[in-house]
C-alpha cells in the first residue's frame, strides 16, 4: 500500500474511533457498571476511552504509517507570540461562536441542548472532572483533528484548503453527538479557524493551550450559570 494510502486508512480509522468512542462508550461503560444513568465517573471513564483512541491512532502511525505522526515540524515563536495568539484566537473563537450562535436560535428556534443540560449537573462544582474533560478535548481534538487528519489530507489531494476544510467538518459532525444544529456549526467554525492558523503557523501547541481555554472557560461558566442562561453562552 502506498504512504497515501496509509494515510488514507490512517484518517478514516481516526475518525471512526473518535464517533465510536464519543456514541458508544458511554453505553458500553453503563453496560459494564450495571448503570443506566450517566454520573460523573462514568463520564470520566468516557474521556478516558478519548485516549485509548490516540494511543491506537499512535500504533498504527508508528507500525502501519512509518512515519513521524507530525507531517508538520512544529514551529517554535516567542512567549509573546504564544501568549498573543492564545488570546487572539479565543477572542475569534468566542466572539464568532457566540455570534453564531444568536444566528442559529434566531433562525432555528433551538433551545439548550438537552445533552448540555444532563452534563452540567455533572460538572457542577467537580473541578478535577472539568479540567480532565477540558484538557482531553484540546489534547485529542487538536492532536488527531489538526496535527494528524488535516496534514494528511492536504498531502493526498494536494490541498490545503481540503485540509482546513475537511478537517473542521469532520470537527462539526463529531459533536453533533450533542443533538443541536448550533453544536456542529460552532466546532466547523472553530475548526476551520484553528486548522488555518495550523496550516500558516504550524504550532500544535498554541492550538492545544486555546482549544484548553476555550473549554476551560465554558464549562466553568457552566459551573457557575444558571442552565437556562447557557445558551445565550454558546455552551
Same mark, same amino acid.
Given at each position: 500500500m502506498s504512504l497515501n494510502g496509509r494515510y488514507s486508512l490512517g484518517i478514516i480509522l481516526t475518525f471512526v474511533l473518535l464517533a465510536a468512542s464519543m456514541l458508544y462508550s458511554i453505553p458500553l461503560i453503563n453496560l459494564f457498571f450495571e448503570s443506566k444513568v450517566l454520573t460523573a465517573e462514568i463520564f470520566f471513564y468516557n474521556r478516558l476511552s478519548l485516549w485509548l483512541v490516540l494511543v491506537l491512532v499512535l500504533i498504527y502511525n508508528f507500525f502501519i504509517e512509518n512515519r513521524s505522526f507530525f507531517v508538520w515540524e512544529d514551529r517554535k515563536y516567542s512567549l509573546e507570540f504564544y501568549f498573543g495568539?492564545?488570546? =487572539?484566537?479565543?477572542? $475569534?473563537?468566542?466572539?464568532?461562536?457566540? @455570534?453564531?450562535?444568536?444566528?442559529?436560535?434566531?433562525?432555528t428556534k433551538e433551545s439548550i441542548s438537552e445533552r448540555i443540560v444532563q452534563l452540567s449537573s455533572l460538572f457542577k462544582n467537580n473541578y478535577f472532572l472539568i479540567i480532565f474533560t477540558s484538557l482531553t478535548a484540546a489534547v485529542i481534538e487538536e492532536l488527531l483533528m489538526r496535527a494528524y487528519i488535516q496534514p494528511r489530507i492536504e498531502k493526498i489531494y494536494n490541498s490545503p484548503m481540503l485540509g482546513v476544510i475537511v478537517s473542521a467538518l469532520l470537527f462539526g459532525i463529531l459533536h453533533s453527538t450533542y443533538g443541536t444544529v448550533g453544536q456542529v456549526i =460552532?466546532?466547523?467554525? $472553530?475548526?476551520?479557524?484553528?486548522?488555518? @492558523?495550523?496550516?500558516?503557523y504550524s504550532n500544535i501547541k498554541i492550538l492545544i493551550a486555546c482549544h484548553f481555554m476555550f473549554d476551560f472557560i465554558s464549562l466553568m461558566i457552566m459551573n457557575f450559570v444558571d442552565i437556562k442562561h447557557l445558551t445565550l453562552l454558546n455552551l
Amino acid at each position: 500500500m502506498s504512504l497515501n494510502g496509509r494515510y488514507s486508512l490512517g484518517i478514516i480509522l481516526t475518525f471512526v474511533l473518535l464517533a465510536a468512542s464519543m456514541l458508544y462508550s458511554i453505553p458500553l461503560i453503563n453496560l459494564f457498571f450495571e448503570s443506566k444513568v450517566l454520573t460523573a465517573e462514568i463520564f470520566f471513564y468516557n474521556r478516558l476511552s478519548l485516549w485509548l483512541v490516540l494511543v491506537l491512532v499512535l500504533i498504527y502511525n508508528f507500525f502501519i504509517e512509518n512515519r513521524s505522526f507530525f507531517v508538520w515540524e512544529d514551529r517554535k515563536y516567542s512567549l509573546e507570540f504564544y501568549f498573543g495568539a492564545i488570546v =487572539i484566537l479565543y477572542l $475569534i473563537c468566542a466572539f464568532g461562536g457566540a @455570534f453564531l450562535n444568536g444566528i442559529i436560535m434566531l433562525i432555528t428556534k433551538e433551545s439548550i441542548s438537552e445533552r448540555i443540560v444532563q452534563l452540567s449537573s455533572l460538572f457542577k462544582n467537580n473541578y478535577f472532572l472539568i479540567i480532565f474533560t477540558s484538557l482531553t478535548a484540546a489534547v485529542i481534538e487538536e492532536l488527531l483533528m489538526r496535527a494528524y487528519i488535516q496534514p494528511r489530507i492536504e498531502k493526498i489531494y494536494n490541498s490545503p484548503m481540503l485540509g482546513v476544510i475537511v478537517s473542521a467538518l469532520l470537527f462539526g459532525i463529531l459533536h453533533s453527538t450533542y443533538g443541536t444544529v448550533g453544536q456542529v456549526i =460552532i466546532p466547523f467554525f $472553530i475548526g476551520i479557524v484553528f486548522a488555518m @492558523f495550523y496550516k500558516i503557523y504550524s504550532n500544535i501547541k498554541i492550538l492545544i493551550a486555546c482549544h484548553f481555554m476555550f473549554d476551560f472557560i465554558s464549562l466553568m461558566i457552566m459551573n457557575f450559570v444558571d442552565i437556562k442562561h447557557l445558551t445565550l453562552l454558546n455552551l
